[in-house]
């Protein structure tokens, strides 16, 4: 919860945290489901990512941090394409867990075996801040990379059932699969699985280039063209707007910059309405962005400092 200053309420600091999207050569998506129990994102299908570690990433930036979550998440190693040999599966699997463990630096196993994250493969692809309410907050960077394009050890297709645990005894993630975002957004438009909206919004970006189920360099440069313009560098600090009629129905709204009622021209529509269920995962998100995400992104609604 918030902190109070003499009888103020000081609202939480959002942890620096990073996410990434790995998209392979089918154009399917790696998402991780969180365990039902979980203290945050329970019982949701996530991106792969997680808080900055000092320990773990001192020096290293968040694309490293990126790197580190997916392999302690998922065993996904994204390493440079340069690199000449890959650990066995054995050792993989015995670094991942004394990783996770805190046993051992994930850059002190890297450098044994003379390995190279794949930082410079993370492509920008917006940045997410908690809203102040809410007594858990990120800070949240996310990248998106294309596995064919990095040298990865683990697996790059299908499901992967997984029950790592935590070093307190808990379950983080119950299982990895990579699927397509059109068909993860199926799944949660049919109440199969549960997101929170900043998936939602780029399960739905995506959805809209990633077209089939062969990744081509088309969708690779249209991709890019996103992480380098004003997609890339939104930031976006989601507001509650109080809208009777959609409380009515159930539903919140959560206004982004660029919204009408946020810098945005008269008419311009950047929301979404969201029906939330236990946990502070979404059952129901609807997404309403009237503008071209290549061209029409009013840049001026986002030129001032993320508010904390």
Same mark, same amino acid.
């Given at each position: 919860m918030s902190s109070s200053t003499q009888g103020k309420s000081v609202p939480v600091v959002p942890r620096p945290s990073a996410t990434v999207i790995v998209v392979n050569s089918r154009n399917e998506i790696l998402l991780v489901h969180r365990n039902p129990k979980s203290t945050a994102?329970? @019982?949701?299908?996530?991106?792969?990512g997680g808080n900055y570690d000092k320990k773990q990433d001192d020096g290293q !930036?968040?694309?490293?941090?990126? =790197?580190? %979550?997916?392999?302690?998440?998922?065993g996904l190693l994204l390493v440079h394409p340069s690199s000449s040999k890959i650990p066995s599966n054995a050792e993989l699997d015995a670094a991942r867990e004394a990783i996770h463990a805190q046993k051992r630096l994930f850059r002190d196993f890297l450098s044994q075996h003379n &390995?190279?994250?794949?930082? %410079?493969? &993370?492509?920008?692809?917006?940045?997410? =801040?908690?809203?102040?309410p809410l007594p858990k907050r990120f800070d949240t960077r996310f990248y998106v990379t294309f596995l064919d394009e990095a040298r990865p050890a683990?697996?790059?297709? !299908?499901d992967k059932q997984e029950r790592l645990p935590t070093p307190d005894g808990g379950q983080e993630v119950i299982e990895a699969r990579f699927l397509h975002p059109a068909k993860a957004l199926e799944e949660f438009y049919a109440q199969r699985i549960s997101l929170f909206p900043p998936q939602l919004y780029l399960l739905k970006t995506l959805a809209e280039v990633l077209? !089939?189920? /062969?990744?081509?360099?088309?969708?690779?440069?249209?991709?890019?063209?996103?992480? /380098?313009g004003a997609f890339g560098?939104?930031? =976006? @600090?989601?507001?509650? &707007? /109080?809208?009777?009629?959609?409380?009515? %129905?159930?539903?919140s709204v959560l206004t982004y910059e660029g919204d009408e009622t946020r810098g945005g021209s008269p008419g311009r529509r950047h929301r979404s309405r969201v029906r939330f269920g236990q946990g502070g995962a979404a059952t129901q998100i609807l997404l309403e962005r009237n503008f071209d995400i290549f061209t029409e992104i009013e840049e001026h609604a986002f030129s001032q400092p993320a508010k904390l």
């Open positions: 994102f329970a @019982n949701a299908h996530v991106f792969p !930036g968040l694309p490293f941090t990126a =790197i580190r %979550e997916l392999f302690e998440e998922t &390995l190279k994250p794949y930082v %410079e493969g &993370l492509l920008p692809f917006t940045r997410w =801040i908690t809203p102040a683990g697996f790059s297709s !299908g077209q !089939g189920t /062969q990744n081509t360099a088309e969708q690779r440069d249209r991709v890019r063209t996103l992480s /380098q560098r939104m930031v =976006i @600090n989601p507001r509650a &707007l /109080q809208d009777a009629a959609a409380q009515a %129905e159930g539903f």
